[in-house]
Every structure is written in C-alpha cells, then in structure tokens.
C-alpha cells in the first residue's frame, strides 16, 4: 500500500461514488419491508432520527479516517493509531468490517440475485395480468428451488467481482452518472402514479402518523441498526473510499448531499411499495419479500407495465451492484494489505462470499429449519446480526478512533472544514452520537 492512491477525479465523482454504494437494497428492498415489520411511521421517524444524529457524523468520521489514511482501512488505522501514539490494535477494527461486509455480501448477492429473475420475468412480460396472490405464489415457488437461487446468486458475484478486480477508479463511475438519476426519475413516477390509488392515502397514514406505542428497544435498535445499514457505514467500507477523496472538498457536505438523496430514495420506494398494499389489501408486515410482490403488481396495472417493470429491475440491479463493489472493497484491500494481488483477492473473497451465500439459499428451502444461533435460521440471521450488532458497534469504535483517538488537527484537516465546524462535528460525536450508540445497543440486547 503507498500513501499516493489514486484519486476520484471531480468532487461529483466521489459524492456518486458514495451515493452508488448507500443507494441500493437498503432503500427499496430492506427499508419497506422493515418498516412494514416495526409499525410503520413510529420506526420512519426513530430511522430518520438515527441518520441525523448517527448516520451522517460517523460516515464523516468514517470517511474521514480514510482521507487522512490514504491506505486501506487497516493500514490507514494502524497508521493513525501510531501517529497518534495509540495502540496500533485498533487496525483490528478493520478486520472486523471486512468480517461483518462478509456476512453482508453473502445475503446481499442472493437477495440481488432474485432482481436478476425478476428482470427477466419481467422482461418475458411474464408479470403482465397477474393477480398479487398468483405473483405471491409464484415468488415463494422460486424461493423453494435453491438451483435457481444459486444460479441468480453466482451471476451477481461474478458481476461484482469483475468490477472489484478491476480497480475503483475504473468501476462504474460513468455509469453510476447516468443511470442514477434515472432510477431516481423512475421512483419519482411511481410515487406519482401510486398518488391515483385508493392505497396512497393509507400509505401516507402509515408512514406518517406515528403510533408511538409500538416502540420498544428492539424497534429502536433495529430503526439504528437500518440507518447504518442504507449509510453503509460502520464496516470501514466507506473508509475504504475515503482513501480516494478529492483534496479540497467538504465532507460534511458530501455526506449531507448522499443522506439526503439515500432518505428520499427510501421514501419514494415506500410511498409507492404500501400504496400498493393498502390498495390491494396486503399485508405490510409481510417480510422480505414485500417489495418482490408489490411493484409488479403495481406495475402491471400501467399502460406498458412490462416495459415499465423490466426498466425498474434494471435500475434497480445496477443500484445493488454498485453498493456491492462498495461491500467487497473491505475485505479485497485486506487482503491486499496482506500482500495479495487484487485480482486474486477478488477471486478469494468472491468464494468465500459465495460458499456463506449458499446457506441462504439453502434457508428457503433445505435448511429452512436448521437454526443455529438465537433461534434463527441462516437467512435470518445474516440479514439481523452484521447490520444490527456489528455496524453499530464498528461504528461506534470508528466514531471514538476519529473524535478521541486521532490527533485532533489531523481530524479538523480530514474533515475539510472551520474550527468551528470542526468543533460541533466533534461535540455531536463525542457527546450525542456515541453515547446514543452505546445506549442503545446494551438496551436491546440485555
Ligand atoms: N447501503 C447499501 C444499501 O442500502 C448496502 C451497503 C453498501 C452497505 N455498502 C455497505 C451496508 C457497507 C453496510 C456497509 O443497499
């Protein structure tokens, strides 16, 4: 590793890069269907609450390791550490994003996985006069055949990791440029259209009137554990990015400009996924396969669904694989920090990924009942732990590394900002955000 990466080349260039790897599953897969799960707008506004005050602070403290690093996380850490003259331990904390994205992208390929098949059902016009219980049934057969899951699963992991082996700087930058915007477009019409059912206005109610009384610490966590998750933060991969941040940029101001477009992305992707369950009288505590049901029902309603829905899918494949790219960089730059060439650290990691991914395959169908830890089966638990345990807590380390630990006008110089700015960033961190973290964690699980 040498201090002189190669750089993003414009700021917009770096805020795309972020928003590619925030904007994904998270939003229109993971956000509705949790949502659904923990009551609806109690847990919209515990979430919003959560990026604010923890989401949006430790992705700068996170980025802005990477940037005064200018290494791979582990390195940038232990060479912070040094410089700081702390422990160099806390390059461990590197290793434990690369562990937790692990867990992540193992899910994350399966799940991405299933929009392959949908975009190409969708693309046959196979969806098109579908009842919702008929493209129920039909979701929860496909789930049932582990070989086509594993099909859809390999396609992903080999797209991601060509991209990885590839290097950043020559990833889906233009892409990503263009086609954001387009599926950002395509959400905004959705929203719109769904605006003319008879589901919208339930749909607002329920993601707006908040029933404070379903919250309990499980809600909260699980509202903490999301904002990490949609921020992408918490696992040193953003970190990793933030190696390659333009000199003269404020990162306050990245970091503002993606949680604001990854928010309205979640929102948009709701407003449009519960119209379609109010109006169909569905059920939205329905589970991960909320959003799969719901938008081809929705979809094959419009003049030229099956066009409409084969664009969605698309996109929407092209949003998962650019956070993907971002969820394997942790562990292909430890690995190279270990001295391996980046195309054979892809190769290991994408094994790796895919041999875990296929037990949650296996946990719709063969495995569904094997349990292994609280209860639960593979599935369950890849897509709860990672997100809900370790990105807080590898954010909550990352956030006292970067407000306590480093020298704190290495930190100010990171951060691109004033002292004063400066000082508030830290004042939240140290004072609102870490607490916060810690407070909620040892709440729900004791
Ligand atoms: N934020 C992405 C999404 O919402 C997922 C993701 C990408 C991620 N990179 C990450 C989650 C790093 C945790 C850590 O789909």
Request: charged share 10%; net charge neutral; glycine share 10%.
């Amino acid at each position: 590793m040498n201090a002189t990466l190669e750089r993003w080349t414009t700021r917009r260039a770096f805020i795309l890069a972020v928003t590619g790897a925030a904007v994904g599953l998270g939003n229109i897969w993971r956000f509705p269907y949790i949502t659904g799960e923990n009551g609806g707008a109690a847990f919209l506004v515990l979430y919003i609450a959560f990026v604010l005050l923890l989401g949006l602070p430790v992705m700068m403290a996170e980025i802005l390791v990477g940037r005064a690093g200018r290494r791979a996380p582990m390195q940038s850490l232990g060479y912070l550490a040094g410089q700081a003259g702390a422990s160099r331990h806390w390059r461990w904390l590197g290793l434990f994003g690369a562990f937790t994205v692990f867990c992540i992208l193992s899910f994350y390929s399966v799940v991405s996985g299933w929009s392959i098949e949908f975009l190409i059902t969708a693309v046959n016009g196979d969806f098109v006069g579908r009842s919702a219980a008929e493209i129920g049934a039909g979701f929860d057969a496909f789930l049932a055949d582990p070989r086509r899951l594993t099909f859809n699963h390999t396609l992903f992991l080999v797209m991601t990791m060509t991209v990885v082996a590839a290097g950043v700087a020559k990833g889906l930058e233009r892409l990503n440029n263009l086609l954001m915007p387009l599926l950002y477009l395509l959400l905004v019409l959705l929203a719109i259209y769904a605006a003319t059912t008879d589901g919208f206005v339930p749909a607002l109610a329920w993601l707006f009137k908040p029933d404070l009384s379903v919250i309990t610490p499980l809600v909260v966590m699980h509202a903490m554990g999301h904002a990490f998750f949609t921020l992408a933060v918490g696992a040193c991969a953003l970190m990793a990015y933030g190696a390659y941040m333009p000199e003269h940029q404020s990162l306050p101001r990245a970091a503002g400009a993606v949680a604001v477009l990854d928010v309205s992305v979640a929102l948009l992707a709701g407003i449009a996924i519960f119209s379609v369950v109010f109006s169909q009288g569905m059920d939205p505590g329905e589970g991960p396969g909320l959003m799969f049901v719901t938008l081809p029902v929705a979809f094959a309603e419009l003049p030229w669904g099956a066009l409409w829905l084969s664009i969605f899918f698309l996109l929407l494949l092209l949003a998962t694989w650019t956070s993907s790219i971002n969820l394997a960089e942790p562990m292909v730059a430890t690995l190279q920090g270990l001295g391996l060439g980046r195309g054979k650290a892809s190769a290991v990691v994408g094994i790796a990924v895919w041999l875990l991914g296929l037990l949650s395959v296996l946990s719709f169908s063969n495995l569904a009942e094997w349990r292994p830890l609280f209860g639960m089966n593979v599935f369950e638990l890849v897509t709860t732990i990672p997100t809900e345990v370790f990105l807080p807590v590898g954010g909550l380390l990352i956030a006292c590394f970067a407000a306590w630990v480093m020298p704190q006008q290495e930190s100010r110089a990171a951060l691109g900002v004033s002292e004063s700015g400066f000082l508030l960033w830290r004042t939240v961190v140290r004072w609102i955000s870490i607490p916060l973290a810690a407070v909620v964690l040892a709440a729900g699980l004791l």
